[in-house]
C-alpha cells in the first residue's frame, strides 16, 4: 500500500495541492512566499500611509482624512493635549484644533521614514511652523497606527511633549493683547464651563476652588486654581496638577474644550 501512495503521490502532486487549496488545507499570501496575511495585509496599510502623508507634504490633502469615525487615538506623555480621544470629531475638536490654532501658517511635514511589522504602521516625521507669537515651532514624531479597510482604528503618538507645552504656554493671549485684556485682569474666567455635550461641568468658584462634575458623578474632582493671564494651573485635592489656557472666550485644559455657561 505504501509504494503505492508513493506512486501516486509522484503522478498527482499539483492536482493534490490543487485540491488541498481549494479546501483551504493549504494556504497562499501575496506573492510566492509562505502563507502571511498580516505582514501583506499591513504592507499594504503602509503604502495608503505613505500616499496620504505625501499628499500632506504637498499641501495636498489632509492626513487626518484618513481616520475611521470611531478612531481611538492617545496623545502620549503629559500636555494640555494628552489623553485619550475615541471617535474622530472628539479627536480633531479637542485635541487637533487647538494645537493647529498657536500656528500662523499650516505645519509643514518632513518624513523620516516608514515601517511596518505585523501588526502596525509606525510613521516617523518631523514638522514646524511660525506660531502666533512669531516663534518656530519643530518637533518630532512617531505615530504607531493600525488600519483597517484603508482607516485608521487605533493610533498612538509619541512625541516631544515639552515642546508642545511651551507652544501652548508661549502663544497666550497676554502676549498679544496686553496685560489689561487677560482673563486674570478681568475676571472672566469665573462661572460655570461645560462641554458641548453638557457633560462636563467646571465650576471656578471666587475663592479660587473649582468644583467639576461628570455625568452623574457630582463633585468629581474639588480644588485649587491659580490664573495667570490667560492660562490656569490647577492642583487637585488628591495630589495631581493640570493646566489649561483661555483662548478666544474657551477653555482648553486636559484635552478638553469647556465653553462659558
Not at 509643514?108 to 507669537?133: C, M, Q
Not at 492642583?235 to 478638553?256: C, P, S
Given at each position: 500500500?505504501y509504494?503505492?501512495?508513493k506512486?501516486?503521490?509522484?503522478?498527482?502532486?499539483?492536482?493534490?495541492a490543487?485540491f488541498?487549496l481549494?479546501?483551504?488545507?493549504?494556504?497562499?499570501g501575496?506573492?510566492s512566499?509562505p502563507?502571511?496575511?498580516a505582514?501583506?495585509?499591513?504592507?499594504l496599510?503602509?503604502?495608503?500611509v505613505?500616499?496620504?502623508f505625501?499628499?500632506?507634504?504637498?499641501?495636498?490633502g489632509?492626513?487626518?482624512?484618513?481616520?475611521?469615525?470611531?478612531?481611538?487615538w492617545t496623545v502620549?506623555?503629559?500636555s494640555?493635549?494628552?489623553?485619550?480621544?475615541?471617535?474622530?470629531?472628539?479627536?480633531?475638536?479637542?485635541a487637533?484644533?487647538?494645537?493647529l490654532?498657536?500656528?500662523r501658517?499650516?505645519l509643514?511635514?518632513?518624513?523620516?521614514?516608514?515601517?511596518?511589522?505585523n501588526?502596525?504602521?509606525?510613521?516617523?516625521?518631523?514638522?514646524r511652523?511660525?506660531?502666533l507669537?512669531?516663534?518656530?515651532?519643530?518637533?518630532?514624531?512617531l505615530?504607531?497606527l493600525?488600519?483597517?479597510?484603508g482607516?485608521?482604528?487605533?493610533?498612538?503618538?509619541f512625541l516631544?511633549?515639552?515642546?508642545?507645552?511651551?507652544?501652548?504656554?508661549?502663544?497666550?493671549?497676554e502676549?498679544?493683547t496686553?496685560?489689561?485684556?487677560?482673563?486674570?485682569?478681568?475676571?472672566?474666567?469665573?462661572?460655570m464651563?461645560?462641554?458641548?455635550?453638557?457633560?462636563?461641568r467646571?465650576?471656578?468658584l471666587?475663592?479660587?476652588?473649582y468644583?467639576?462634575?461628570?455625568?452623574?458623578?457630582?463633585?468629581?474632582?474639588?480644588?485649587?486654581?491659580?490664573?495667570?493671564?490667560?492660562?490656569?494651573?490647577?492642583r487637585?485635592?488628591?495630589?495631581?496638577?493640570a493646566d489649561?489656557?483661555?483662548k478666544?472666550g474657551?477653555?482648553y485644559?486636559a484635552?478638553?474644550i469647556?465653553y462659558k455657561e
Amino acid at each position: 500500500m505504501y509504494p503505492y501512495l508513493k506512486r501516486l503521490l509522484r503522478t498527482h502532486r499539483s492536482a493534490i495541492a490543487a485540491f488541498l487549496l481549494g479546501m483551504g488545507m493549504l494556504q497562499q499570501g501575496c506573492g510566492s512566499k509562505p502563507y502571511s496575511p498580516a505582514p501583506c495585509g499591513v504592507a499594504l496599510s503602509g503604502d495608503i500611509v505613505a500616499r496620504q502623508f505625501a499628499q500632506w507634504q504637498r499641501g495636498k490633502g489632509n492626513f487626518f482624512d484618513l481616520l475611521h469615525d470611531d478612531v481611538i487615538w492617545t496623545v502620549s506623555g503629559r500636555s494640555p493635549v494628552s489623553g485619550t480621544y475615541k471617535g474622530k470629531a472628539c479627536f480633531m475638536n479637542q485635541a487637533v484644533a487647538p494645537v493647529l490654532g498657536q500656528f500662523r501658517a499650516p505645519l509643514v511635514p518632513e518624513l523620516i521614514g516608514i515601517t511596518t511589522d505585523n501588526k502596525y504602521v509606525w510613521l516617523h516625521f518631523k514638522a514646524r511652523a511660525t506660531t502666533l507669537s512669531g516663534r518656530i515651532y519643530e518637533n518630532t514624531y512617531l505615530w504607531k497606527l493600525q488600519l483597517e479597510a484603508g482607516k485608521i482604528i487605533r493610533g498612538i503618538a509619541f512625541l516631544d511633549t515639552h515642546e508642545l507645552v511651551i507652544l501652548m504656554k508661549d502663544n497666550r493671549s497676554e502676549n498679544r493683547t496686553g496685560p489689561q485684556g487677560t482673563m486674570e485682569a478681568t475676571g472672566e474666567y469665573l462661572g460655570m464651563w461645560v462641554t458641548k455635550d453638557g457633560h462636563i461641568r467646571h465650576e471656578l468658584l471666587p475663592n479660587g476652588r473649582y468644583d467639576e462634575s461628570r455625568g452623574t458623578r457630582k463633585s468629581a474632582y474639588r480644588g485649587r486654581y491659580k490664573v495667570t493671564g490667560n492660562h490656569i494651573d490647577y492642583r487637585d485635592d488628591t495630589g495631581f496638577t493640570a493646566d489649561g489656557e483661555f483662548k478666544d472666550g474657551i477653555l482648553y485644559h486636559a484635552g478638553m474644550i469647556l465653553y462659558k455657561e
